[in-house]
């Protein structure tokens, strides 16, 4: 089946600094790839949709300054978080959307993020 | 409100026993709805899509009320491996590549 490869799994950073987060799709063309951010005991949020050949659409509260997207080719797409806080802290994770119409959308493995 | 509400749990049970967890979501237009799994720091895993006309696999059977905007999910025979957070998830577009809105998760623990 379609599989997402997200990188890094786990990252620590220091405030300031950026980290960026990429995720693959390995045998499929992706040109929409969902970003989602999970606090603990807290559902998925969506914070942006990535899309081939475009500017991504953020959602509401969601900075678009701070957290960059760009979906390059039909097969990567890329999250930055810029200027990193402790609030930052997240499991952030990308999904891309099925190929049926009742199909479940395929998810990469996650990304920790804890910001010292 | 909460455009997808689910009770969080946890609800601990005994092997074999079944149990439900039940979903609400807020927009009658949403067009897709899904069962989805989620162990401690993992990504989420496709459950089980929900039809209309409620849907069976294996020990798991979930049912969707579109005049009520409630899905549920039923598992028979619970297994020790059965113990996750289990997202209720709909889709709010007409299309493939609509957003997914998530529930919070109902944490199932599963005892021996």
């Known amino acids: 089946g379609a599989v997402v490869s997200q990188h890094p799994s786990r990252v620590i950073c220091k405030s300031g600094t950026s980290v960026k987060i990429e995720c693959r799709s390995l045998d499929f063309q992706a040109t929409t790839m969902f970003w989602y951010r999970q606090f603990p005991k807290q559902s998925l949020m969506l914070m942006a949709t990535?899309?081939?050949?475009?500017?991504?659409?953020?959602e509401q509260g969601v900075e678009k300054d701070k957290f960059l997207i760009n979906h390059a080719s039909l097969t990567l797409s890329t999250l930055t978080v810029t200027s990193a806080h402790p609030e930052d802290s997240s499991f952030y994770i990308c999904?891309?959307?099925?190929?049926?119409?009742?199909?479940?959308?395929?998810f990469g493995s996650g990304t920790r993020l804890t910001v010292v | 409100r909460k455009e997808v509400e689910q009770d969080p749990g946890p609800f601990n049970v005994p092997e074999g026993a079944t149990v439900a967890f039940n979903c609400t979501y807020s927009n009658s237009a949403s067009q897709s709805f899904f069962w989805y799994r989620q162990d401690c720091r993992k990504e989420p895993k496709l459950l089980m899509s929900v039809y209309s006309s409620g849907n069976e696999d294996g020990r798991f059977t979930a049912q969707l009320n579109r005049a009520s905007q409630y899905i549920s999910l039923l598992i028979r025979d619970s297994k020790l491996s059965d113990s996750a957070t289990y997202l209720c998830?709909?889709?709010?577009?007409?299309?493939?590549?609509?957003?997914?809105?998530f529930g919070q998760g109902t944490t199932l623990q599963v005892k021996p």
């Open positions: 998830v709909v889709n709010l577009g007409a299309s493939n590549t609509g957003k997914l809105i």
């Open positions: 999904s891309a959307p099925p190929s049926s119409y009742l199909g479940g959308y395929t």
């Open positions: 990535s899309n081939e050949g475009s500017k991504a659409t953020y």
